[in-house]
């Protein structure tokens, strides 16, 4: 019942994606599974500081990984705030407690290389297929959205007079953000191909047959387009919402204009993107300075 009000009260309340909610549901859930085999069921309303103590024990055990531990602990904290704000506790079992340190890593993004090879030089398949494709790649490559973002763009959300798009992001949050010559004629050519296609969906992605794109087959695309032209690790939809930043960085944009392009609720969450970029000047430091040999 409490984690029904819970993802009810920040579905309608905090606004948080269909994404969101069901990582608040599940990791829940595996902490109710926890509850029963190790406590005989305890209720979550009497949850106490050891218990929560000693699941993090055990997820560290089986392996997990601190950043999903984390990634837990801050579920519950959100659970159990909301519990107290609604008065069925008093005293808040996660008071205190400190989660597993994670080692700081810098967003992994494409070279500017690989980007130009495959965006300048790869050979799409011809059509409707072949256009929309690189208008999905161009598209997350020079606005940074997110992948959930893209996919639900209308048509009507771009204004060609105005040469901008608008993005419906986290919590509901609209932005706008500016659309370049280039990319503006790629669109118009693509929804000229959907409209000759026959399709007629209000959303401006959509599959070869006519269907809204769906997460999975944004995550393939841009995996096996990545796949051909670099060998980094992560080939996913969100390296090149980092790729995006990174490269705007070390092209000379500022952070704060990088921060709202991006829907950053804060300047924090931007700051991340310079350590690549310092990691670029100490290259170029290094080879430059005459006394760096």
Do not use: C
């Not at 419906?168 to 503006?184: A, D, F």
Request: aromatic letters at 10%.
């Amino acid at each position: 019942m409490h984690i029904e009000n819970f993802l009810q009260f920040i579905q309608i309340e905090k606004r948080y994606s269909v994404n969101t909610l069901l990582s608040y549901k599940k990791d829940l859930e595996q902490f109710q599974v926890f509850l029963h085999l190790q406590y005989d069921d305890v209720p979550l309303e009497q949850v106490v500081f050891h218990q929560v103590r000693s699941w993090v024990v055990y997820l560290m055990q089986e392996g997990v990984n601190p950043r999903s531990i984390n990634r837990k602990l801050s579920t519950l904290r959100t659970f159990y705030k909301f519990l107290i704000r609604t008065g069925v506790i008093q005293q808040n079992p996660m008071q205190g407690l400190q989660g597993p340190k994670t080692s700081k890593r810098n967003p992994s993004f494409v070279p500017e290389s690989a980007m130009e090879q495959l965006l300048d030089k790869l050979v799409f398949p011809e059509g409707f297929e072949g256009v929309r494709d690189r208008a999905i790649l161009e598209t997350f490559y020079f606005t940074g959205i997110r992948r959930a973002e893209l996919m639900g763009i209308q048509e009507q959300d771009i204004n060609f007079g105005m040469h901008t798009l608008k993005v419906l992001g986290k919590r509901n949050k609209e932005r706008l953000i500016p659309l370049s010559p280039v990319l503006e004629e790629l669109l118009k050519t693509y929804i000229r191909e959907k409209s000759e296609a026959g399709f007629s969906s209000e959303n401006l992605f959509v599959d070869n047959k006519g269907r809204p794109i769906q997460a999975r087959f944004v995550y393939s695309l841009v995996n096996k387009y990545l796949s051909a032209v670099t060998t980094i690790e992560r080939k996913s939809p969100h390296i090149l919402r980092h790729t995006f930043a990174t490269h705007m960085l070390n092209n000379g944009a500022e952070l704060n204009a990088i921060k709202e392009i991006m829907g950053h609720a804060s300047l924090a969450a931007t700051q991340v993107y310079t350590h690549n970029s310092l990691e670029k000047l100490k290259q170029v430091h290094k080879k430059a300075h005459p006394r760096s040999k």
